[in-house]
């Protein structure tokens, strides 16, 4: 295999389906070395094994973005596998509806544990492993159109996201005298595990009668017309991990289809 990623190693967070399997396995195609990194090791797990069954290079890592010594690991294994760390894609999330005056505070600090503290953890353990090796490096962080606009049953998610925004751009600043770059990507609405789990929950909350409901509404809500589909956001993934985007850092590139216009 060769492409342009080759000879890069990438520590990639949730990559045991989705969005998360979908841009491993495109960056295994385009050369890169891979280290998957997921609560689930068995997804992850299958994930590796595809990659290497098309003659490409994978570690499967079991963590948890909120544990540090989890993620430091996993940054160590890649180290190890592979010599080197060059980009981190932090694509390991949750999202849990309620309608806005029923959002708990258990809902919101999971939430924000998840999607902001495991995006700081992230970040700060991938950065130090660049920092040692003294090459720079990419992190690249998973925004959300609810990192740019409120909605009303996804109040912790949108919190979470807009962290996520800001934590890009702190990044950016700290981390750009040691040639670190940080940039986001935020997908709209993509069809994914996620998403149907998230349709029953709405069923479940009442904000919808029938599951599918909710997805096919907010998938038609953009100006492309249509839903995403994993494969929408390769091309921006690549793009960010390749030296294509090495004058870039601290932005957020909405993949919505036109749903939110910044």
């Not at 890069?8 to 960056?27: E, F, H, N, P, V």
């Not at 290497?52 to 190890?80: H, L, P």
């Not at 932090?90 to 258990?106: Q, S, V, Y």
């Not at 069809?191 to 096919?216: M, R, Y």
Request: hydrophobic share 45%; with cysteine.
């Amino acid at each position: 295999m060769s492409g342009r990623l080759e000879g890069r190693s990438i520590l990639l967070t949730g990559g045991g389906m989705g969005i998360g399997r979908a841009i491993a396995i495109a960056c295994a195609k385009e050369g890169a070395a891979l280290t998957l990194v997921d609560m689930n090791i068995d997804a992850a797990n299958s994930v590796r094994e595809e990659i290497v069954v098309a003659g490409g290079s994978a570690v499967a890592v079991a963590g948890n973005v909120t544990k540090r010594s989890e993620v430091a690991a996993a940054v160590a294994a890649a180290a190890e596998n592979f010599g080197k760390l060059d980009v981190m894609f932090n694509i390991a999330g949750m999202i849990k509806p309620a309608h806005f005056l029923d959002t708990t505070e258990e809902n919101f600090r999971t939430t924000l544990d998840v999607n902001g503290l495991g995006t700081l953890i992230t970040q700060q353990e991938a950065a130090k492993q660049m920092i040692k090796q003294g090459h720079g490096g990419k992190l690249i962080l998973v925004s959300s159109i609810a990192g740019r606009q409120g909605y009303p049953d996804f109040a912790a998610y949108c919190a979470s996201k807009f962290a996520v925004n800001a934590l890009n751009q702190s990044a950016a600043h700290a981390l750009a005298e040691h040639n670190i770059t940080s940039n986001a990507f935020a997908p709209g609405v993509v069809d994914t595990p996620l998403w149907k789990k998230l349709d029953e929950e709405l069923v479940e909350i009442g904000t919808t009668k029938e599951i599918g409901e909710a997805f096919a509404a907010f998938s038609g809500a953009n100006l492309r017309g249509r839903k995403g589909v994993p494969e929408d956001i390769i091309g921006t993934a690549l793009f960010l991990a390749s030296a294509d985007s090495d004058y870039m850092t601290g932005q957020i590139i909405m993949i919505d289809g036109g749903m939110v216009l910044v």
